[in-house]
């Protein structure tokens, strides 16, 4: 079965850095999404793209994707303390393992 | 803004029960999907479901688990014989698309399983 896995497994930086997220996953598919978690509360869908897509911004996020490597990234720029939760990406029912971000202030 | 909405939001029970998660998709999506995530770990793929049916389940969604669409509105989860290790968030799903190409998942804020 597809299964993302997302490194590093936690991540700390201050406030303003820039936070880069990673996933693998293992077989072919038509579409990624990246999720944000809140702890203890639901996810949100971030972004979506899809596998003709290499590429994709929105606001202060951008997502790559390689699906030769079966890769995609999760850029943060400017980050804010506000962006402190867990990212998951979806292959795409699927979720990954996740990154726990810090953002400290 | 629609949302997804869970009931209850905790619920405690005796190992043996019977629980039935509910679930209030959003009113035009056609896809439905049951997560589940234990304390700290990942979030987990039990079952979707389309135009009645289920379209594809887990190695978890055994037969303990079933899903039903009783009515326009809801979508439920029930677990016949609940077990410690079905102690866990779970989360319902809706998309507008699904298939083999699904589209954006909207979640509820979960519903919290202690199961004693």
């Known amino acids: 079965s597809q299964q993302g896995e997302e490194d590093p497994q936690a991540l700390s930086i201050q406030e303003g850095e820039n936070a880069t997220m990673n996933c693998s996953y293992k077989?072919?598919?038509?579409?990624l999404q990246w999720y944000r978690q809140n702890s203890g509360r639901g996810l949100v869908h971030l972004i979506l793209?899809?596998?003709?897509?290499r590429e994709k911004h929105s606001g202060r996020l951008r997502v790559t994707l390689d699906t030769s490597k079966k890769s995609s990234s999760l850029l943060i720029t400017a980050s804010r303390a506000a962006d402190t939760a867990s990212y998951f990406c979806?292959?795409?029912?699927?979720f990954g393992t996740g990154t726990l971000l810090a953002v400290q202030p | 803004e629609p949302e997804v909405t869970q009931t209850p939001s905790h619920q405690v029970t005796q190992m043996g029960q019977e629980v039935i998660l509910r679930c209030v998709p959003i009113?035009?999506?056609?896809?439905f999907y049951w997560y589940r995530q234990i304390l700290g770990q990942k979030v987990e793929f039990l079952v979707s479901?389309?135009?009645?049916?289920?379209?594809?389940k887990s190695e978890i969604f055994d037969d303990q688990f079933s899903v039903e669409r009783p009515d326009g509105s809801n979508f439920t989860l029930k677990i016949r014989s609940t077990k410690l290790e079905d102690s866990a968030m779970y989360f319902c799903?809706?998309?507008?698309f699904g298939g083999g190409l699904p589209g954006e998942l909207f979640f509820g804020e979960g519903s919290r399983l202690t199961v004693l």
């Open positions: 799903a809706s998309s507008q």
């Open positions: 077989t072919s598919i038509n579409n």
């Open positions: 793209i899809r596998s003709n897509e």
């Open positions: 979806a292959t795409p029912l699927i």
């Open positions: 009113s035009n999506h056609l896809y």
């Open positions: 479901f389309y135009n009645n049916e289920i379209s594809e």
